[in-house]
């Protein structure tokens, strides 16, 4: 069992940043595939970014390249989501989830079998 709970949320104003971090228990965090998904009212849980099985390589949204950063440290069992230039459409609650097979997709939310509560992100305009 893998619990992670996510911090870091609240509210920002349209071109502002944001880091979320997402504190995991369990010793084998090195070998976990995180990644990042959002859910904005009335729509379904939309991938936002993810590593590789590896950990390797970074997957993104083309609607966050080149505005969000996952990365991750091993040593804190924490992985992170930096967020630059918000938008509007950027509200959401975001959670992180672990992927625990190599052969589940990596950007589909099907594809992670542990989940965060999820934390509040606000774009204000």
């Known amino acids: 069992q893998v619990q992670l709970v996510e911090s870091g949320g609240g509210l920002v104003q349209v071109g502002g940043s944001l880091r979320l971090s997402c504190a995991t228990s369990?010793?084998?965090?090195?070998?976990?595939?995180m990644g990042w998904f959002r859910q904005a009212p009335g729509e379904e849980r939309e991938f936002v970014a993810a590593?590789?099985?590896?950990?390797?390589?970074?997957y993104y949204a083309d609607s966050v390249k080149g505005r969000f950063t996952i990365s991750r440290d091993n040593a804190k069992s924490t992985v992170y989501l930096q967020m630059n230039s918000l938008k509007p459409e950027d509200t959401a609650v975001y959670y992180c989830?672990?992927?625990?097979?190599?052969?589940?997709?990596?950007?589909?939310?099907?594809?992670?079998?542990?989940w965060g509560q999820g934390t509040q992100v606000t774009v204000s305009s």
């Open positions: 989830a672990v992927r625990i097979s190599m052969w589940a997709p990596a950007t589909t939310p099907n594809g992670y079998t542990y």
């Open positions: 369990g010793r084998s965090f090195a070998t976990y595939a």
């Open positions: 590593f590789s099985w590896t950990g390797t390589s970074t």
